[in-house]
């Protein structure tokens, strides 16, 4: 089959996402048409993560993140010429859009040029981004992208649930990962300076509370911030954000170490020697990076949102929280009832392996193309 990958934020956990489907449905061709937010992620760096066998590259020049009629129309137009060139050039099978920006504007596209095997994942209901206006016009744009065809496939029970509360038909496949080999998929740190990266080192008796991804809205960092600036005074607590973004200027609490992004196993050693996996998103489609820590055996404390709490298996691998002070005082529960953890680590990962395997979703996903 030739399959053709249409993504604006090529990096972090959508990144993460197209790579799994391309490393396992090798047999088939994979064209990505992609977009690059170079203060995340360079594309260079992304690709170089990808298999070269069954992959091909396309840039898509013009797209971008804000909403901005003139630049989204130009987007629109270089995306639809994309596609149009390969359809006329030889048969597509499927066209797969990911996220909401490539949603709208690649089903719009798909319709003119006359392509009918139109997948939409939106890895993130894109109607709980921002305040109730904001959140009103996405829900339009949804409903008014799913005019135009095109089957929408939701990563988690609870966005499942969210698109279809607003009218829109969806399915489900939820998001998977590998629990064997090289299980963890975040992707390379960017070189910002030449200088070696220095992993910081648990000291004896430090309670350890991680986190990964981008340091952007999305991932609430002043929420984790305000969690970590209650354990300042405390030494013997520590926090731990991998990645980079935007918003790193709002983690000021004298407790949080940021790393940049790393590489594969520097993350897995990182993870591996922390207590808790901390989420503070405000949605998520179904996190990679929580999934990754729960193969890693670490008990997870997320928020209670849009696919987070998908994760959290009846509180045996962790808890799901609403307020700072919620947070807080689980991981104080935590951190003096340590014996727990390696139970509620073993639940992680047994949770992982029945309901989030890799192997689930992409064979669902490849009879959906061919369908």
């Given at each position: ?31 990505i ?26 840039r ?11 630049k ?12 149009k ?15 909401s920006?490539s949603?709208f ?20 209901a ?8 904001t959140?009103?016009v ?17 990563c ?20 998977g990962?590998?629990?064997e080999?090289?299980p ?16 910081p ?10 986190t990964?991804g981008?340091?952007e ?5 002043a929420l984790?911030?305000?969690?970590a ?17 935007g ?5 000021t ?5 940021i790393?940049?992004?790393l590489s ?11 207590q808790?996996?901390?989420?503070t998103?405000?949605f ?9 820590a729960m ?15 998908d994760?959290?298996?009846k509180?045996s691998n962790?808890?799901l929280?609403?307020t ?5 005082i689980k ?25 989030f ?6 064979t669902?996903?490849?009879?959906l193309?061919?369908?």
């Open positions: 089959m030739k399959i053709v990958h249409v993504v604006e934020p090529f990096a972090s956990g959508i990144a993460t996402f197209v790579r799994s489907l391309v490393e396992n449905l090798q047999d088939d061709l994979h064209i048409v992609h977009g690059e937010r170079q203060y995340l992620m360079s594309s260079a760096e992304v690709k170089q993560r990808f298999p070269k066998g069954n992959v091909r590259f396309i898509w020049k013009s797209a971008q993140r804000e909403i901005n009629f003139r989204d129309t130009a987007a629109f137009m270089e995306l639809y010429t994309i596609l060139r390969l359809k006329k050039r030889f048969h597509i099978d499927a066209v797969h859009l990911h996220s920006k949603g504007l690649g089903r719009v596209a798909c319709r003119m040029a006359g392509i009918d095997t139109v997948v939409y994942t939106p890895n993130g894109p109607f709980f981004v921002g305040n109730r206006f959140n009103y996405y829900k339009q744009l949804e409903r008014l992208g799913s005019a135009f065809g095109g089957r929408v496939v939701c988690s029970p609870s966005e499942w649930k969210a698109y279809n509360a607003i009218g829109i038909k969806a399915l489900n496949i939820n998001n990962v590998a629990m080999e090289e963890f998929a975040l992707l390379p740190r960017l070189s910002f300076s030449s200088a070696p990266v220095k992993l080192e648990l000291k004896p008796g430090k309670f350890r509370v991680v990964s981008r340091i809205g999305q991932k609430n960092p984790f911030n305000a969690i600036k209650y354990f300042e005074e405390f030494h013997d607590f520590e926090f731990l954000w991998i990645g980079e973004g918003d790193r200027e709002l983690l609490a004298k407790n949080i170490m790393t940049g992004w594969t196993e520097e993350t897995k050693t990182l993870i591996a020697q922390s808790v996996y901390l989420s998103s405000h998520e489609g179904l996190p990679f990076a929580v999934l990754e193969v890693l055996k670490k008990p997870v404390l997320l928020t209670d949102c849009i696919g987070n709490r994760i959290v298996n509180r962790g808890d929280f609403n700072e002070d919620e947070a807080i991981i104080l529960q935590y951190h003096n009832n340590r014996d727990m953890l390696d139970v509620m680590g073993e639940y992680s990962q047994q949770h992982c392996e029945q309901s395997d890799v192997y689930s979703t992409f669902s996903y490849r009879s193309y061919k369908s």
